[in-house]
């Protein structure tokens, strides 16, 4: 059975879904739907229930549609696995040829984004960021956590974004010719170029796209109901909201997109507080020093200008 040469691993919030969604539309891809099986996240094991995805045969069905003769390229894109301790390794085992595609974006901003996305989807219960973040060690605890804890790792700010150690991890299991790391100031200021590179690294050939429509724009809820509905549903429901959430993960058409904006709308995330800003920019300064020495890349522009 077809099984995938390459993974998006991450960061969340810094334009994988983009990656994944230009990709897809290259002839020579195949890429999984859902975008995110989160299969090889031994130590998220709520994340893997999601999609119900028990075994190797079943992860493996995804991709049954995908021919070598036709895709180069096979592959996936589950954010989760960067910070995972064990899916970069679980990869290497599945395929020791498999390439691992990275895009990191500013700490800051990732981590104000996870937060985002966590509350419009229900997995964060706490609507203002810098309470969110104080709650980190009580989470850890087991405490204090929403009443839906699928993501719970990703409640972890602070670990999302460890950038330094998860490239660390990710340089002691896969060698340099099997990583392409990207960041997404480059690939929102030169975005066909950045592309490029990728498919240079997967060794597909350039179909010369040159249009790039923005994908996940920030959104909020706009069907309170709804989304409650979507992420903790009542038990006499439980079954058949989660079949169709099966279904609806692994499609890619008008009436996911329907579903989408019944749900949610496009809205510019709040702005943070000058004091909050100042926190999570020392947080992460040491950080971002050491992502500078092991990409070769002067990143202090991180510590000064922040997109929320």
Known sequence: ???????????????????????????????SQPKEPFFWCEDYQENK?????HDLGSYLRLFERATPQTHLAIGEGS?????????????????????????????VEVVV???????????????????????QEIRKAGQQLPRNPTFTHQLQYRDVANYPDQLNRLFSIFPASQRHVI?????????????????QFLDLPDNDRNDFPTVHPAKVIRNRWLARLHSNPPPIMRRSIDSFKNWYYRSNGPLKRAVQNSVFRKSPRPPLSDETKKMLI???????????????????????????
């Open 79 to 107: 954010t989760t696995y960067l910070q995972s301790k064990m899916a970069l390794n679980g990869i290497r085992l599945f395929n020791d040829a498999a390439k691992i595609i990275v895009m990191l974006r500013n700490p």
């Open 49 to 53: 229930a999601i999609h119900s995805l």
């Open 282 to 308: 020392e947080t992460f300064r040491n950080d971002i020093r050491r992502l500078s020495i092991i990409l070769g890349r002067d990143l202090d522009s991180w510590c000064e200008s922040v997109e929320h």
């Open 183 to 199: 960041l997404f100031d480059d690939f929102k200021e030169n975005t066909r170029e950045t592309y490029r590179k990728v498919l």
């Open 1 to 31: 059975m077809t099984k995938p040469n390459f993974f998006i691993v991450g960061a969340p919030k810094s334009g994988t879904s983009a990656l994944a969604q230009y990709l897809s539309e290259h002839r020579r891809v195949f890429f």
């Open 113 to 135: 984004g996870m937060h985002g996305e966590l509350l419009r989807h229900g997995f964060e219960d706490q609507t203002d960021f810098a309470t969110a973040w104080d709650l």
